[in-house]
């Protein structure tokens, strides 16, 4: 075939063509091969391709469900094994019977938060002679980050370690029948007595529980917010669920908020980013498209985010609203001052009225870091497991996390030693504070919001003496201010012997499930070096007896005690 010239032209451009792109393979292959060869050993230092690994702390046993094998004698002795702890259950008042489903194995994450020890061991209260000491002061404590992570680990077959387990975490995670406050009060003060059930078997003990609620704030009534959501986005944010799920409160709270509120986005990794000047949620499609487009890469440097997200806050600043900083990280500082400096660091910005909620994302984060910021800066600690944890806090109790309705809260017990002998307080160890502080205006405490709820338990020894009708056991004394920066008050309340109930079953339910409660998390606070097993069957039982069936979170206390008994046994 003969080809014109105009052919033999373009074919001879395409040669060209042809013979360019192969040196130009050869040329910058290696660089482009190289490059993706960096790219992919960046993503494999925080990311796993291959096939799950089994969990080699898992338990393998006859009396546990073992997921991994058939064998139809693990699942009768495991049913067996059930159904008598079901009997215990019911054996008493006639107890409903409490549905645990099966579980349903899931392959844990690493793990650091619940399940190693914290940095510092925190010695437990011993009890204290009355008569050498009457008085106990500590500040209120609202936060729920231990019960929500113990409640992860046990859910994936693994025991909280039990110096993580805080009990006051535990039982402010319940919402109990307090009365609500009368008209003008910012909170009530509820003061019970009643044998403690799971206490020593040799020494007859009461528990002394001080409760407070603080007045419900409807949402259309809650102040002007103003948030910057600080939110770390370095490589292991990017492990499991945790950056999704930080994505999933934040859409949360979002959808809660107010037009005329306001939202700001600041991240953090190896550097700082503004990726949202003070918005009105108004505009609620731009925040959440900013929400969405987040992703995970770089070291975790969290001071010059926290400088950056205050500057936000100030930006935005509204005079006597909800000025608040929300950190969603797992703690993982790797780069620049650690976790103690940062604290410092938020306790400067406290002057500015500009309020702080550190929130844990994933189980393998860092417990001691995120609850030390909220501990020591005022502010509040949760830990996010679900996404119904996501909807309980930012959500169905979004005014009492944003809103401070009483600031710098302390509560302060003298006991009479006519009639107590010996006392301790159940948790609150790093809530301890010196007698002397009540008073002084100086020291800072925590703060309550709306609608929260603060429990503790006192285990005290009694004296031979018979109590008259108008003596008083024990007088409690609050301190707070209405406002962050005010004058403090104080309100009291005394325990007089018609709030002294004869026995542990004819306590009203919601008192004996609180009981119950704190029985769990001294329960999980027992070293595994023990022979005996803790009361796990009785704690089954006085919770089947006493949870509320219409609360969820109350029911489903009663599996994890069953779990944590299979755990406890093949440990």
């Known amino acids: 075939m003969i080809l014109n010239r105009s052919t033999r032209f373009y074919l001879g451009i395409l040669a060209a063509l042809v013979v360019v792109a192969i040196c130009a393979v050869k040329l910058f292959g290696t660089t482009v091969a190289s490059k993706f060869q960096e790219a992919n050993e960046d993503v494999s230092a925080n990311c796993y391709f291959g096939p799950l690994p089994s969990d080699p702390d898992a338990p393998k046993r006859s009396n546990v469900p073992d997921h991994s094998s058939n064998s139809s004698s693990d699942r009768v002795a495991n049913a067996a094994r059930r159904a008598a702890l079901r009997e215990v259950a019911q054996a008493r008042s006639g107890a409903p019977e409490v549905y645990i489903p099966p579980p349903t194995p899931r392959t844990p994450p690493p793990a650091r938060l619940a399940l190693d020890p914290p940095a510092r061991a925190i010695g437990h209260h011993n009890f204290t002679r009355a ?33 993580s387990v805080r009990p006051e975490e535990f039982l402010n995670f319940f919402e109990y029948d307090y009365n609500p406050p009368t008209s003008g009060e910012d909170f009530s003060i509820q003061l019970d007595m009643l044998p403690s059930y799971f206490g020593s078997t040799e020494t007859p003990r009461q528990l002394v529980r001080v409760g407070i609620r603080g007045a419900d704030v409807p949402v259309e009534e809650m102040k002007a917010s103003n948030l910057v959501f600080l939110v770390d986005v370095s490589g292991s944010m990017g492990l499991d669920t945790r950056l999704p799920a930080a994505k999933i409160a934040m859409r949360t709270l979002v959808e809660r908020l107010r037009p005329d509120d306001t939202v700001a986005i600041q991240t953090y990794a190896s550097g700082t980013h ?28 969290g001071d010059a985010g926290i400088v950056k997200a205050y500057e936000l806050a100030r930006q935005g600043f509204i005079e006597e609203g909800n000025n608040r900083v929300l950190i969603f990280s797992d703690g993982d500082f790797n780069v620049g001052p650690p976790g103690e400096d940062l604290a410092e660091l938020i306790r400067s910005y406290r002057d500015d009225h500009i309020t702080v909620t550190t929130v844990a994302m994933g189980l393998g984060s860092k417990d001691d870091i995120m609850e030390k910021l909220a501990r020591d800066t005022n502010g509040n600690y949760f830990y996010i497991d679900t996404p119904e944890e996501a ?6 109790k979004v005014v009492g996390t944003l809103q401070v309705l009483a600031a710098d809260v302390k509560i302060q017990v003298d006991f009479n030693p006519d009639y107590i002998a010996n006392y301790r307080l159940i948790g609150y160890e790093k809530r301890a504070m010196a007698n002397e502080d009540f008073d002084n205006d100086e020291v800072d405490a925590a703060e309550l919001g709306p609608g929260h709820t603060v429990t503790a338990f006192y285990e005290v020894e009694l004296t031979e003496n018979a109590p008259a009708t108008s003596a008083e056991l024990a007088r409690v004394d609050v301190r707070y201010k209405k406002e962050l920066g005010a004058e403090s008050q104080l309100v009291s309340r005394a325990l007089t012997p018609d709030r002294i109930y004869e026995s542990f079953d004819k306590a009203p339910a919601q008192l004996r499930f609180a009981a119950t409660v704190a029985g769990f998390a001294e329960s999980l606070r027992v070293p595994r070096s023990n022979a005996q097993v803790p009361p796990f069957d ?14 969820p979170d109350q029911v489903e206390l009663a599996a994890l005690i069953t779990r944590a008994h299979d755990l406890w046994v093949g440990r």
């Open 131 to 163: 008569a050498q000491e009457p008085t106990s002061t500590f500040s209120i404590d609202v936060n729920t980050a231990s019960y929500t992570a113990s409640r992860e680990a046990i859910m994936r077959y693994k025991l909280p370690h039990p110096d």
């Open 274 to 301: 503004t990726i949202l000047e003070p918005t009105p949620v108004a505009d609620r499609d731009r925040i959440l498209r900013a929400i969405d487009g987040l992703i995970a890469k770089g070291t975790t440097r």
């Open 391 to 396: 909807e309980r806090i930012f959500s169905e």
């Open 538 to 551: 009785e704690l089954l039982a006085t919770a089947a007896q006493s949870a509320y069936a219409g609360d």
